[in-house]
T-cell receptor, first 120, second 118 residues
Framework: GAVVSQHPSRVICKSGTSVKIECRSL??????MFWYRQFPKQSLMLMAT?????????EQGVEKDKFLINHASLTLSTLTVTSAHPEDSSFYIC????????????????FGPGTRLTVL | AQKVTQAQTEISVVEKEDVTLDCVYE???????LFWYKQPPSGELVFLIR??????QNEISGRYSWNFQKSTSSFNFTITASQVVDSAVYFC???????????????FGTGTQLKVEL
C-alpha cells in the first residue's frame, strides 16, 4: 500500500525557534499534499494544501507567514512553524494524495504518522 | 458546503461483540468520495476504505463491512466480532471527486472513540 513518512515524530523546542517537519511519499508521487493540525480528542483541521511547484493554498484563519509550506518535489513537502509559541503545540499530520487512473480512478489520501510538537 | 456527522462520540463494547459506527454526510455534489480512517493511540491515520458515490454496493473486508445508503446519506461501518486491537478513534470523511476543483480536500467527522474491552 501507499506509505507516507513524517519526520520528526516528536519535537520539543523553545519559544521563538522555528521547527521544520518533513512529509514524504515513499512509494508514489504526490503532486498534492495536505497539512492538518489535530488537538487532543478532536478531529483533524486542514491547514493548507501543498501543490508541487506552486504556492500552497491556506485555509481561512491559518497564517501563511507562520506556517511556511514548501513542496519542492513530487515526494516531499515541508512545513516550517516559524517563531513557535506554546499555542502552536499540537499534533501535525500530513497526507499525500495518491491519484491514478489505472483500473478506474483511484483518489485517496494516505497519512503520515504525525509529528507531536511541544513548544516550551 | 460539505459536512460529516458522527453522532457517536464514544462506544464501549466487550470483545467479540459486533459494533456499528454511524456516519451521516451532507453534500451538494453529485459525485463524491466517502472514506473511513482508523486512528489508533499511536496517532497515525490508517486508510480503511474509499467508496465512490456512484457505487452503492456494500463491501466486506474480513471483519469489517460498510453499508452505503445514498437515500439516507449514510455510510456506516460495522466491525464483527470486535477485538481489543480494534480500539481506536474512527473517522468518516467526505471529499469531492477529482476534476471538480475541490482538490480532493477531505471533510472529516468528529470521530468515534471505540473501546473494546476483554
Amino acid at each position: 500500500g501507499a506509505v507516507v513518512s513524517q519526520h520528526p515524530s516528536r519535537v520539543i523546542c523553545k519559544s521563538g525557534t522555528s521547527v521544520k517537519i518533513e512529509c514524504r511519499s515513499l512509494d508514489f508521487q504526490a503532486t498534492t499534499m495536505f497539512w492538518y493540525r489535530q488537538f487532543p480528542k478532536q478531529s483533524l483541521m486542514l491547514m493548507a494544501t501543498s501543490n508541487e511547484g506552486s504556492k500552497a493554498t491556506y485555509e481561512q484563519g491559518v497564517e501563511k507567514d507562520k506556517f511556511l509550506i514548501n513542496h519542492a518535489s513530487l515526494t516531499l513537502s515541508t512545513l516550517t512553524v516559524t517563531s513557535a509559541h506554546p499555542e502552536d503545540s499540537s499534533f501535525y499530520i500530513c497526507s499525500a494524495r495518491d491519484w491514478r487512473e489505472a483500473g478506474g480512478i483511484q483518489d485517496t489520501q494516505y497519512f503520515g504518522p504525525g509529528t507531536r510538537l511541544t513548544v516550551l | 458546503a460539505q459536512k460529516v456527522t458522527q453522532a457517536q462520540t464514544e462506544i464501549s463494547v466487550v470483545e467479540k461483540e459486533d459494533v456499528t459506527l454511524d456516519c451521516v454526510y451532507e453534500t451538494r455534489d453529485t459525485t463524491y468520495y466517502l472514506f473511513w480512517y482508523k486512528q489508533p493511540p499511536s496517532g497515525e491515520l490508517v486508510f480503511l476504505i474509499r467508496r465512490n458515490s456512484f457505487d452503492e454496493q456494500n463491501e466486506i473486508s474480513g471483519r469489517y463491512s460498510w453499508n452505503f445508503q445514498k437515500s439516507t446519506s449514510s455510510f456506516n461501518f460495522t466491525i464483527t466480532a470486535s477485538q481489543v486491537v480494534d480500539s481506536a478513534v474512527y473517522f468518516c470523511a467526505l471529499s469531492e471527486a477529482p476534476f471538480t476543483g475541490g482538490g480532493n480536500k477531505l471533510t472529516f467527522g468528529t470521530g468515534t472513540q471505540l473501546k473494546v474491552e476483554l
